[in-house]
T-cell receptor, first 111, second 118 residues
Framework: DAKTTQPPSMDCAEGRAANLPCNHSTISGNEYVYWYRQIHSQGPQYIIHGLKNNETNEMASLIITEDRKSSTLILPHATLRDTAVYYCIVRVKTSYDKVIFGPGTSLSVIP | EAGVVQSPRYKIIEKKQPVAFWCNPISGHNTLYWYLQNLGQGPELLIRYENEEAVDDSQLPKDRFSAERLKGVDSTLKIQPAELGDSAVYLC????????????????FGPGTRLTVL
C-alpha cells in the first residue's frame, strides 16, 4: 500500500496558486517526500523533493510541516498545462527502496 | 540531454500473441525500472535493474513476462502469451543511484507504451 494519502481531485482557477496536500503520517526519519506529476498520455515527471526544510525550484514549492506528517505542493501560478495527476511519494533517497505510487490527485486548472 | 526513450508508443495485438517493449535509459543511469500502469491508477513496479542485474523482480509475473538488460544499458520487456488483462501502459524509468552523489535516485520516466490486447 502507498504510504501517502491525497485527495482524489482538485480544481484550481488559471493564474491562481494550486495547493496540493499530502498526508504521510507514518514517514520515517530518513524518508524524503517526492512529488511527480503525470500529464495525460505521458510518463510521470519529477517535480521536487524534500526532507524537512521547505524547497523551491522553477516548477513548484514544497512545504513540509514541522512534524513531517504532511506536506503541500504549491504551484504558484497555475496554467492550463498544469492539469495533470500529481503523485506524492515517500521513500529513502539514494536507495533501492521500491517506489510506491498511490492514485494521486487529479488537478484540473480551469480557465 | 535526451530523456528515456521507449518504443513502440502504441501496440495492438490479439490475445495469445507475443509482444516486446524496448527502453533506452538516460545515458549514464545505472538503474532501470519497468512499471505497469492501469487506467486511473498509479504506476506499479514490475522489475528493477541495477546495471544488468535484476535486483527486484518480485512483482513480475514470471509465467508470461520476461525482461532483460544486456550490457546494462537498453532493456526489453516481453510478454508471451499476452492476455486481455495485460492491456495497460508500460512505463520505463531510469535513475542514477549511488551514495555521495547529489540529486541521485530521482527517477525519470519515458512516455510509455500503451498496449491493447484484443
Amino acid at each position: 500500500d502507498a504510504k501517502t494519502t491525497q485527495p482524489p481531485s482538485m480544481d484550481c482557477a488559471e493564474g491562481r496558486a494550486a495547493n496540493l496536500p499530502c498526508n504521510h503520517s507514518t514517514i520515517s526519519g530518513n524518508e524524503y517526500v517526492y512529488w511527480y506529476r503525470q500529464i495525460h498520455s505521458q510518463g510521470p515527471q519529477y517535480i521536487i523533493h524534500g526532507l524537512k526544510n521547505n524547497e523551491t525550484n522553477e516548477m513548484a514549492s514544497l512545504i513540509i510541516t514541522e512534524d513531517r506528517k504532511s506536506s503541500t505542493l504549491i504551484l504558484p501560478h497555475a496554467t492550463l498545462r498544469d492539469t495533470a495527476v500529481y503523485y506524492c511519494i515517500v521513500r529513502v533517497k539514494t536507495s533501492y527502496d521500491k517506489v510506491i505510487f498511490g492514485p494521486g490527485t487529479s488537478l484540473s486548472v480551469i480557465p | 540531454e535526451a530523456g528515456v526513450v521507449q518504443s513502440p508508443r502504441y501496440k495492438i495485438i490479439e490475445k495469445k500473441q507475443p509482444v516486446a517493449f524496448w527502453c533506452n535509459p538516460i545515458s549514464g543511469h545505472n538503474t532501470l525500472y519497468w512499471y505497469l500502469q492501469n487506467l486511473g491508477q498509479g504506476p506499479e513496479l514490475l522489475i528493477r535493474y541495477e546495471n544488468e542485474e535484476a535486483v527486484d523482480d518480485s512483482q513480475l509475473p514470471k509465467d508470461r513476462f520476461s525482461a532483460e538488460r544486456l550490457k546494462g544499458v537498453d532493456s526489453t520487456l516481453k510478454i508471451q502469451p499476452a492476455e486481455l488483462g495485460d492491456s495497460a501502459v508500460y512505463l520505463c524509468a531510469s535513475s542514477l543511484v549511488g551514495t555521495g552523489v547529489a540529486g541521485t535516485d530521482t527517477q525519470y520516466f519515458g512516455p510509455g507504451t500503451r498496449l491493447t490486447v484484443l
